[in-house]
């Protein structure tokens, strides 16, 4: 995310159609969950996604599936992806924390609430996907969320008193994670699902 970014031009030229999207976290977070569903076929997905993110519909009228399809995947691209034009090596210390965006919601909420006195639900529909995760990302080492996320990776030293390493033992077991997922994760994610549904031959 730049500072010079403007989200909401969040608009697209395509085939003589001028497309807004309303790319909120929320909205996107609900994208996450369409992934995982295992009920609708790749073309269901194509259009609830579109339904999803697009603020004027009507100017889907017309568009065969496949044009639909090339549409999802350009939204992708530009406005879901972060552009990562130097990637950092994966060293030890360039590795993020794993979280879980759906089994951390609740301190997710709390965090936001505690560093920025923003209340989560009441952004649904305003707070941008790219400025969520920008606070996400800066969330103080003091935030529940940054806490929950440092228990399953922290490493414990040996000379500390018995009891308080007992004590984080007991954190570390009780807040590691079944399945986890880093930003990047979830930007591969939407990378896999557009290549996935772009017609052979794009």
Known sequence: MKLTDRFDDDVIEY????????????????????LKDTRFNTWEKVDILLDMFVENPESLAGLNIHEKDMLVGIIFDRFIYEQKDNKPSQGASTKKPPYDLEKDAEYIYASFMYDYGVDLFEQQGKLHWKKFKALLSG?????????????PTMEIPNK???????????????????QTQTVDDIDAKFEALAAMMRPKGR
């Open 15 to 34: 085939r003589g159609r001028t497309i807004r999207l309303g790319l909120y976290f929320d909205v996107v977070l609900r994208a996450f969950e369409l």
């Open 139 to 151: 969330l103080s080492e003091d935030s529940k969320f940054m806490k929950v996320i440092g228990y």
């Open 160 to 178: 500390i008193p018995a009891k308080e390493r007992q004590r984080l033992l007991e954190l570390k077991r009780a807040y590691s994670l079944e």
